[in-house]
């Protein structure tokens, strides 16, 4: 049985004594443009010391940590104030999807690229019509005689401008979920046009793909052809499973909001009990994740509302911040922070999967209700 508290005492001793490269920044799942030199420094450095690819197996590199030893290491990140990985897609999507769908000669040629930090990827999923319903996708890959040729947009691909790799779902035929394919794409490949899209935060994070005429080999190929919706639930499990350990870094900004109050004078009856309120939640989310560590089980239910409780938390902790500030929400630069996590937190409950598309997840899924009518 592992000692918590004991891993938990390691993690924070090496976090604290790891030189931070200049401009590293608590950045979230995503590098910017101007975070990928710092991010790539940092994550370098995790990787020498054993703290990347965590969940992966021990023959590619990966440490085979426990689900407590994941969210040790998750929580002491956010404590610090710094990213655990360059991205988030690269070591925690695609690193599985490859290690359980990916060829041999796939797993020898990108992983070990993910682990170091040496390549990043996106992940070319959503489209301007197939977001929720993802399957409805139209993104085409024709067979050709060398291999395969794409036709088609994504949008909202997040690190996509950075990106050396593309996890692009695209459609090989007429079926709804049986004709959908998984490839990996080189982002420099001739036909692949990248448009970031500014945030509400002025930040760019995420793009719009176009991809024409684009030539891909036989190789570029995950799993088998028409397998590609398999691996795309995959990817998403694992995706809602990353987003739902994010409470350590709320119930930080939880004081960070009671400090700004404090300061602002705005800190009366009805904030603080709407204040008690959100950070009774926080206590809450805390202990579902706790029950989900313990439980030590990936498919666990628990990690199924995490997402869920996870992005409505951090949405309405985002928006207290304008009861927090008042008017200087919109004026004072010093509380740049609060207001940006006002604005970001927008995107909470739409990214990852929508909360309409979770309720509907945990009932059909876990409770079994009877499936929406189509
Ligand atoms: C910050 C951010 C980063 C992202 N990164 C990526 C990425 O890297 N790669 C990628 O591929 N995608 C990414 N996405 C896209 C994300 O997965 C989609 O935005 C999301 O799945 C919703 O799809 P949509 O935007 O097309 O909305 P829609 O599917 O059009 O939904 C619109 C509204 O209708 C509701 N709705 C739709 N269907 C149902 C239903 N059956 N029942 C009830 N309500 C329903 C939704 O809940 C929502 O409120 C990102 C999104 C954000 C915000």
Known sequence: MEDGAQLREEVHRFLESAPRPAGLRDYGATPTVEDVEAGRKWHRYLAEHGYTCLH???EYGGAEASVLFQGIFAEECARAGVPRQLNITSVDLVGPVLIEFGTAQQRRRFLEPIRLGD???SQLFSEPGAGSDLAALRTRAERTSRGWR??????????????DYGLLLARTGPRKHLDLSMFAVPMDAPGISVRPLVQ?????????????????????LIGEVGQGWEIALVALGRERLTLGAQAVSMFRFHEELLDAARAHGTLDPALSRSMTRLWARLWLLRSTWQRAIDDGNLTSPAFSVLKLMTSETDRDLGDMATDVLGVDACVDPVDDDLVKHMLVGRAQTILGGTSEIQRNILGERVLGLPKEPQ
Do not use: H, M, T, Y
């Open 150 to 163: 794409v036709d088609g947009q994504k949008v909202w691909s997040s690190a996509a401008a950075v990106a």
């Open 56 to 58: 992966w197996p021990r």
């Open 200 to 220: 509400i935060d002025a930040e760019s994070k995420f793009n719009e793909v176009f991809l024409e005429g684009v030539e891909l080999g036989s190789d570029a």
């Open 119 to 121: 390549e990043i990827w």
